[in-house]
């Protein structure tokens, strides 16, 4: 028990039904902890940054790209307000999961294991486990198509090393959480320079870009699945519970006004990263739109801006802008892959030990959710080529606007409630615009997957019996999927959470109440979990 009690927790916790005294809510002190000070000052900023840039990894995975490469190609400018549109609400979602975790000491999925029966609860894990594994597809591809364009190495072949490439790249866990998120953020800070660069290879119109940023616009027949396919690829399931759980990686003051600085400088520092990732995709969707709309394009580059895909894209820099714009392309690609693949695998811990209170380590963990991801692009790359595994990543995005509504209901209908959150629940307003953004946002999603069908059964060249049965089973899974969301939606959250904060700015006033003064003990399923501290050999005895 004492050599168990020596290994510093990261994470805050509840174990029960326990209040708080105005200050850190684990005990232990360890100097490689994160510890955020009792202070009123702004430095205490730096203490949260590092979540931030692990969420905006999925904002700028090879999924993304690949959409972005399409809407530049095809639209130039004129749908880059969509991911302005899209990163604010972006921004405003990824807050609640900071806040969730924050106030509760739990995240998301933690919450739906004690909230929904275990049915629903079990579905719930099925459905993220599945957006996980689509989420990772692109991430195998991209890398794969990133090591073929640096070294000519086949695209199978890659896909089988990015399995490797990740087990190594999480051997950097062992040097702790701020380490990792530095190298995170190195990764993040390499994608923009190298597109930040490819800018100045491609010099697009300034006010033509400004234009499409700012001036709405849809036109052309295309134009309108285009945005719905940008909207539906910059917020991803396993986002939300990623960010939910990273948040706890901190050590904060369990006041009133520890919990609400906690709150505000999470929002700054999400919305710094995230300002960068948009940044990035917006010198991706300029530098395709300049490079395609180029008076120098020759026949065979045209064509291949028709159907702009990871791999083309590269061919296409290297045409028309040279050599070195197709190298930085590949960097890019390869520092997204493998960044995401990262933050894909913990937010698979997550999600595993939130909704069936199950934990594997970390390299078992990959290699499982690895192995689902690398078999069908495997099989693809195999037989379709780099065309088949390009059509595979567009896939795997209809997965994840299928998945989106599962995670980001339950997480509105908790930060909404004062049974969950207490004092620190949403406002009626600030409920009202993210149900809003919500709704919509799944309006779109359904609109994508419906219109995606309905273009199926009339354009896939079926037979009549076939494109029947396939309608009907179509119109079930629908009505299903439709009761789903409802079912989420208006079930009222029974569970009360019994960790909340003070409700007086005036620790006094709680000791008084017999609120105050008792410490909240390390939960061990999180603290071994996730990215250990590098122990003494003391404490390894």
Same mark, same amino acid.
């Given at each position: 028990m004492a050599g168990s009690s020596s290994v510093q927790p990261q994470f805050i916790a509840s174990t029960g039904n326990r209040s708080f005294s105005n200050a850190p809510l684990i005990e232990n002190s360890d100097p490689e902890q994160i510890v955020v000070p009792d202070r009123k000052s702004w430095k205490n900023l730096f203490a949260y940054m590092g979540p931030g840039f692990l969420v905006s990894i999925a904002y700028i995975d090879p999924g993304n790209f690949e959409t972005d490469l399409q809407s530049g190609a095809q639209y130039k400018y004129e749908l880059l307000w969509i991911i302005l549109v899209a990163s604010c609400a972006a921004l405003i979602i990824q807050s609640l999961a900071a806040n969730l975790g924050v106030v509760t000491g739990k995240h998301l999925a933690e919450h739906c294991r004690n909230e929904y029966p275990r049915i629903p609860n079990f579905i719930?894990?099925?459905?993220?486990?599945?957006?996980?594994?689509?989420? #990772?597809?692109?991430?195998?591809?991209?890398?794969?198509?990133?090591?073929? /364009?640096?070294?000519?190495?086949?695209?199978?072949? &890659?896909?089988?090393?990015?399995?490797?490439?990740?087990?190594? +790249?999480?051997?950097?866990?062992?040097?702790?959480? $701020?380490?990792?998120?530095?190298?995170?953020?190195?990764?993040?800070?390499? !994608?923009?320079?190298?597109?930040?660069?490819?800018?100045?290879?491609? %010099?697009?119109?300034?006010?033509?870009?400004?234009?499409?940023?700012?001036?709405?616009?849809? %036109?052309?027949?295309?134009?309108?699945?285009?945005?719905?396919?940008?909207? &539906?690829?910059?917020?991803?399931?396993?986002? +939300?519970?990623?960010?939910?759980?990273?948040?706890?990686?901190? %050590?904060?003051? $369990?006041?009133?006004?520890? !919990?609400?600085?906690?709150?505000?400088?999470? /929002?700054?520092?999400?919305?710094?990263?995230?300002?960068?990732?948009?940044? !990035?995709?917006?010198?991706?969707?300029?530098?395709?739109?300049?490079?395609?709309?180029?008076? @120098?394009?020759?026949?065979?580059?045209?064509?291949?801006?028709?159907?702009? #895909?990871?791999?083309?894209?590269?061919?296409?820099?290297? @045409?028309?802008?040279?050599?070195?714009?197709?190298?930085?392309?590949?960097?890019?690609?390869?520092?997204?892959?493998?960044?995401?693949?990262?933050?894909?695998?913990?937010?698979?811990?997550?999600? /595993?030990?939130?909704?069936?209170?199950?934990?594997?380590?970390?390299?078992? $963990? @990959?290699?499982?959710?690895?192995?689902?991801?690398?078999?069908?692009?495997?099989?693809?790359?195999?037989? &379709?080529?780099?065309?088949?595994? &390009?059509k595979l990543i567009i896939i795997a995005s209809m997965i994840l606007s299928f998945e989106l509504p599962f995670a980001l209901v339950p997480l509105l209908k908790f930060t909404s409630s004062k049974t969950k959150m207490g004092i620190y629940a949403n406002s009626t307003t600030i409920s009202s615009i993210t149900w809003v953004i919500g709704f919509l946002i799944m309006a779109i999603n359904i609109y994508y997957l419906a219109s995606s069908f309905i273009k199926i059964l009339l354009h896939g060249h079926l037979k009549l019996v076939a494109a029947i049965f396939l309608g009907i089973f179509g119109f079930l899974g629908m009505t299903l999927y439709l009761a789903g969301i409802a079912y989420l939606v208006f079930r009222k959250n029974k569970k009360a959470t019994h960790l909340v904060a003070l409700t007086s700015e005036n620790p006094q006033i709680a000791n008084e109440s017999g609120n105050a003064g008792v410490f909240s003990l390390p939960r061990e399923d999180i603290a071994c979990m996730q990215l250990p501290q590098r122990r003494s050999n003391a404490n390894d005895l």
């Open positions: 719930l894990w099925v459905l993220a486990e599945i957006a996980i594994v689509a989420c #990772d597809i692109p991430e195998v591809i991209g890398t794969a198509f990133a090591l073929n /364009m640096l070294f000519k190495i086949p695209v199978w072949i &890659g896909v089988l090393l990015t399995g490797l490439s990740t087990l190594v +790249l999480l051997a950097l866990q062992q040097y702790g959480v $701020r380490k990792l998120e530095f190298f995170i953020a190195f990764l993040v800070c390499t !994608i923009a320079g190298c597109f930040f660069a490819e800018l100045g290879y491609a %010099k697009p119109d300034a006010k033509e870009v400004l234009k499409g940023l700012f001036v709405p616009q849809l %036109k052309g027949n295309g134009a309108a699945g285009l945005a719905i396919s940008l909207l &539906g690829a910059m917020v991803m399931p396993h986002n +939300l519970f990623l960010h939910s759980a990273l948040v706890l990686s901190r %050590k904060i003051p $369990r006041s009133v006004h520890g !919990i609400k600085e906690a709150c505000r400088f999470y /929002m700054i520092e999400s919305g710094f990263a995230l300002v960068l990732a948009f940044l !990035i995709n917006i010198s991706i969707i300029a530098v395709s739109g300049a490079v395609c709309n180029s008076q @120098n394009i020759n026949a065979q580059d045209q064509e291949n801006c028709e159907d702009l #895909d990871l791999n083309k894209a590269s061919f296409l820099l290297k @045409n028309v802008l040279g050599s070195w714009s197709s190298k930085l392309f590949a960097i890019a690609l390869l520092a997204s892959g493998q960044s995401s693949t990262i933050t894909g695998t913990y937010a698979g811990q997550y999600v /595993m030990q939130g909704f069936l209170d199950l934990r594997l380590t970390p390299w078992l $963990r @990959n290699f499982l959710t690895r192995s689902l991801a690398i078999v069908p692009s495997l099989i693809v790359a195999i037989i &379709g080529g780099s065309a088949g595994a &390009g």
